[in-house]
């Protein structure tokens, strides 16, 4: 008696009972690790489809992210912070490599073909290039504006290691205005944030006293600035 073998589907139950599965941490990790792995193979499947090197794009790698991120884009609550971040940052990566790709195959679809003429076919376009008026070209378009200083930001962050959700504002305004003056973000991490930040309120509690303490994300001079004060 044959065994039939079932394959997952974009509909049906094998996916209906994937989104629905109840999420670990450890399981999100894994989840997060795999997704990242199938986004790097995403590039190099696509990179290999468009020199010629496959046959068809890799559609199958892209369905698994995009079900990985149909399962987590709505819960959100269920991870932490940093779970959080990794994900938003790859489900950017992703949609930015899909928006390059999915252009390049709509070109690929829709390119035209050389034509070949005949001497008589040369002669006349010889003859069309050589009386037509020069074509005017148009001014070059003027560089667009450069993004607004952004605003200072302040917000009230006593206690860093029980206030999450202050210490992302405080993370994206930071990183924000550092970008926006040049500065390096390579080594700027939501972990390594969060630890500055806490060490950074402690001392100011120990050295003035006091229980409210404002952080404030602020340019000067051009660069990026983060102060921590006794709120009064």
């Not at 199938?38 to 990179?47: H, P, T």
């Not at 504002?169 to 969060?194: C, N, T, W």
Request: one cysteine or more; aromatic letters at 8%.
């Amino acid at each position: 008696m044959a065994i039939k073998k079932t394959t997952p589907t974009k509909s049906g139950s094998v996916k209906s009972n994937f989104l629905k599965t109840a999420l670990t941490g450890k399981e999100t990790d894994e989840d997060l690790s795999r997704m990242e792995a199938d986004i790097r193979k995403l590039k190099i499947e696509y990179e290999q489809y468009f020199g010629g090197g496959k046959s068809r794009p890799p559609s199958d790698t892209e369905w698994r992210i995009e079900e990985l991120i149909k399962r987590y884009g709505d819960r959100g609550a269920e991870m932490n912070y940093n779970q959080r971040f990794r994900f938003g940052n790859l489900s950017q990566t992703f949609a930015k490599y899909k928006e390059i790709f999915h252009k390049r195959l709509r070109k690929r679809e829709e390119g035209t073909v050389d034509r070949h003429y005949g001497a008589a076919a040369r002669a006349i376009e010889a003859e069309r290039a050589r009386t037509q008026k020069p074509k005017i070209e148009p001014p070059p378009a003027q560089a667009p504006p450069r993004p607004s200083e952004p605003q200072p930001f302040a917000v009230q962050c006593s206690d860093p290691a029980h206030e999450p959700r202050k210490v992302e504002q405080i993370y994206k305004a930071f990183r924000q205005a550092l970008e926006h003056s040049g500065q390096s973000v390579d080594k700027l991490s939501p972990r390594a944030f969060e630890a500055f930040l806490r060490n950074k309120v402690e001392q100011l509690r120990k050295q003035k006293g006091g229980e409210d303490i404002e952080v404030v994300v602020s340019m000067e001079d051009g660069k990026a600035i983060l102060k921590a004060r006794v709120k009064n």
